[in-house]
């Protein structure tokens, strides 16, 4: 929208008689808290969707009873605004986050529009896990009328409409064998009929067609190449590129349907390399694969299955010197992985319910909902890092890394049966500095598994003594106040006198890893002033 269109959309919402389930009006004059933008964004969003409208509005600068314009000052710097988008999809249902936010520089004063989404049909919006709605004007948790009516939202499944000129001279017949083998493989109790099946009574009975007729699922995973075209504007394509330390491009193939025999052929692309224990002792083998088979198929074999096909993107394999990275366009519907690994169970939302039922018959995957938490557990043993989720930019985004980070902490924390998976999740993304939500710092510090305060977080003490890493912790935590006070003067005892410089190089060593440069200036600065105040008295 240009700024005459929003100017009007303002006027029109501001002339409404009173405020509706699906535009709120906020002072907001000098700040506003996050946690409650969070939770009127899903408020707002489930309400859009349960009203069939195109967007809701969350209205900053304007009074709330006769709606004048009085200003905010709210977020006053675009970057600001920028990162509130983030903030918020780090905290919805699918990353789910703002259409935009508007600023209007108006006579009367600063106003901020913010645009937000209907909430998917079938997926209501959370914000950190719970449901929110409307009561006229008042925010009020989502009840159960209302999320069933969210939920009850279905579309027609893509890969399950037939293709109405395609035929079985349309299917690759090494594919069809392929399935034959791979349904026998899964249905050892119906060898014997299989063999007197027919094509057409096989993908019948696997459930790749309808009746004989072909289906979108046919044409993926059985099609020939040149059949890809029955199922446009959907690009039928699996995509492995290898790069190398720099990130540049040294090889790439690219293979089309059918998917039931690319997924070898990029396999097969794929240099699952030794990797080799740099450590003394027992604890280890000599050297594994860099990568577990079942976890590559896996993720393969997921991007095909959560595809969304209509959004006409390719799935991607990028293999680096020691990381995979497997890309499918399409949000990721459970919503979280935490969500998967703590269910571990079937979802009860596909979006490609036939497809992903297919594959499940003609062993492409095992059993449809235990595939993630399997991948993260092939990592866990093998002591490697957890594999690691985006769903940012409407895709996912599943990166594997083939080795060892930590040696000692990784060991340990695969080994201790004290640790549950999901804790092992959590100290995974302290391993790798990511951000934690406020309910897994208060488990992790409750189990003492960890120190710090937000966002510099790190191991404890119990976990360091039982990983070998007390010198880590220690340079971590940094030394009390006292002890860089003593340093200082002791440098200063011994050569009369110290330079700022001096005093920099002095600590800047000994302060915690976790701070940047700017951090460490600054805490240097407290200490001299500190200092300085204790010579003066």
Not at 217 to 245: C, M, Q, Y
Not at 313 to 340: C, H, M, Q, W
Not at 425 to 442: G, H, N, P, Y
Request: glycine share 4%.
């Amino acid at each position: 929208m240009n700024a005459k269109e929003l100017v009007e959309k303002l006027a029109e919402l501001r002339a409404l008689p009173a405020e509706t389930e699906i535009i709120e009006f906020k002072e907001a004059k000098t700040s506003f808290p996050f946690d409650d933008l969070g939770k009127y964004f899903s408020a707002l969003s489930n309400e859009a969707n349960l009203r069939s409208v195109d967007c809701a509005w969350l209205i900053f600068g304007i009074e709330n009873k006769h709606h004048d314009i009085v200003g905010t000052q709210y977020k006053r710097e675009r970057k600001e605004l920028n990162k509130l988008k983030k903030g918020i999809a780090d905290k919805t249902t699918d990353r789910t986050t703002f259409i935009e936010i508007h600023e209007l520089k108006l006579p009367e004063g600063r106003v901020l529009m913010f645009q937000i989404p209907p909430a998917p049909r079938g997926i209501p919006i959370a914000w950190e896990g719970h449901y929110y709605a409307r009561d006229n004007e008042s925010l009020i948790p989502l009840n159960i009328e209302k999320r069933r009516r969210i939920e009850a939202q279905t579309e027609a499944d893509w890969s399950a409409v037939i293709c109405p000129d395609a035929s079985i001279e349309d299917l690759d017949d090494q594919a069809i064998a392929k399935a034959r083998e791979n349904y026998k493989v899964k249905f050892p109790n119906k060898i014997a009929e299989v063999e007197s099946w027919n094509d057409i009574t096989f993908l019948n009975k696997a459930k790749v067609t309808i009746k004989g007729k072909i289906t979108r699922t046919a044409i993926i995973l059985l099609g020939k190449e040149e059949s890809e075209h029955f199922v446009n504007p959907a690009d039928i394509k699996i995509r492995w590129i290898l790069k190398d330390s720099k990130g540049i491009e040294k090889d790439y193939q690219i293979e089309s349907c059918p998917f039931l025999l690319a997924v070898d052929k990029i396999y097969i692309k794929i240099r699952n390399l030794r990797y080799r224990y740099m450590k003394e002792g027992t604890l280890f083998p000599d050297e594994v694969d860099r990568y577990e088979p079942f976890v590559i198929r896996e993720a393969i074999n997921n991007c095909i299955a959560h595809q969304d096909y209509t959004l006409g993107g390719r799935i991607n394999v990028v293999e680096g010197e020691d990381y995979l990275i497997f890309t499918n366009a399409g949000s990721f519907i459970p919503g979280s992985v935490e969500k998967v690994i703590k269910d571990d169970a079937p979802e009860e939302k596909y979006r490609n319910k036939f497809l992903a039922a297919a594959m499940v018959n003609l062993n492409m995957v095992d059993t449809i909902g235990s595939g993630i938490k399997k991948m993260f557990n092939f990592q866990r043993v093998r002591f490697f890092p957890l594999p690691e989720y985006d769903f940012s930019e409407n895709r996912v985004k599943v990166t594997v890394i083939g080795k060892v980070l930590d040696m000692d902490y990784a060991t340990v924390l695969a080994r201790d049966s004290e640790l549950m998976l999901e804790e092992i999740m959590m100290l995974d993304k302290i391993q790798k500095r990511k951000s934690i939500t406020s309910a897994e710092v208060s488990h992790l510090k409750k189990r003492k598994l960890i120190e710090g305060i937000k966002p510099n977080y790190f191991i404890s003490a119990k976990v360091a003594q039982k990983t070998g890493q007390k010198a880590a912790y220690t340079k971590a935590r940094g030394f009390d106040k006292r002890k860089y006070l003593e340093l200082i003067t002791d440098c200063i005892r011994q050569h009369n006198n110290a330079e700022r410089k001096d005093i920099d190089e002095l600590l800047w060593n000994v302060l915690p890893d976790w701070m940047t440069d700017k951090q460490k200036k600054t805490k240097i600065n407290h200490l001299l002033t500190g200092l300085s105040s204790t010579l003066s008295d």
